[in-house]
Nanobody, 128 residues
Framework: QVQLVESGGGLVQAGGSLRLSCAAS????????MGWFRQAPGQEREFVAV????????YYADSVKGRFTISRDNAKNTVYLQMTSLKPEDTAVYYC?????????????????????WGQGTQGTVSS
């Protein structure tokens, strides 16, 4: 089974940047679509970004488009989320997730219920 471990969270000022990493253990990483979700206190978990297994197809939530970039390095079994121009409302626990189906339907990939494996989360806090 794929195991996921996020890192790179921390505290930054508004307008700053963070780069999150998600390291995967397992032999099937390259076949999975990889997503990032986030959850603020008292809020539901929301979709942030997803990257298909090829690395050539990505999709972002409107709230982060133009500010966040998802990428992957299949040779390193790692997916990244580069976050720039951060806002206080970006404060959340960020989770990476793996979808073994690598669906081409983004209506599925934006749903947390599509994903098979989850990391423990990493806290990103943006101060104003």
């Amino acid at each position: 089974q794929v195991q996921l471990v996020e890192s790179g969270g921390g505290l930054v000022q508004a307008g700053g940047s963070l780069r999150l990493s998600c390291a995967a253990s397992g032999r099937t990483f390259s076949t999975y679509a990889m997503g990032w979700f986030r959850q603020a206190p008292g809020q539901e978990r929301e979709f942030v970004a997803v990257i298909r297994r090829s690395g050539g197809s990505t999709y972002y939530a409107d709230s982060v488009k133009g500010r966040f970039t998802i990428s992957r390095d299949n040779a390193k079994n790692t997916v990244y989320l580069q976050m720039t121009s951060l806002k206080p409302e970006d404060t959340a626990v960020y989770y990476c997730a793996a979808d073994r189906h690598d669906s081409a339907n983004y209506d599925l990939l934006v749903s947390q219920y599509e994903y098979d494996h989850w990391g423990q989360g990493t806290q990103g806090t943006v101060s104003s």
